[in-house]
């Protein structure tokens, strides 16, 4: 038996702390048969209520990508560059004149 490398994020749980730990506590095995299908792959989907997440084996079918969708993480705040970092971004230079496409950019 192998395991299956989870191919969209590194880790499964985390403890949601002000000093996160990341952990890959959900995995998913195969025999070494099954791993010969170069197409087969694991991704993770959102958790709902659990701490522990989903993992979808695909074994080839195509699966429609979907942007990455993002997620505010509050030890951000507590970063000493994080603030510095902001002010920069939000003064940089946009070719948008929309305030909603200019906070998408």
Not at 66 to 83: A, D, G, S, T, V
Request: glycine share 0%; net charge positive; charged share 25%.
């Amino acid at each position: 038996m192998i395991e299956l490398k989870n191919s969209s994020r590194s880790f499964t749980w985390t403890n949601n702390h002000d000093q996160p730990i990341f952990a890959a506590l959900d995995k998913c095995f195969s025999t070494l048969s099954l791993n010969k299908n170069i197409l087969s792959f694991v991704s993770v989907k959102a958790r709902a209520v659990s701490d522990h997440v989903p993992l979808i084996l695909n074994l080839g079918c195509q699966e429609k990508k979907k942007q990455n969708i993002f997620r505010f993480e509050k030890w951000w705040l507590e970063q000493p560059y994080f603030k510095d970092l902001v002010i920069k971004v939000w003064n940089t230079p946009c070719v948008f004149t929309d305030p909603l496409d200019i906070w998408q950019e």
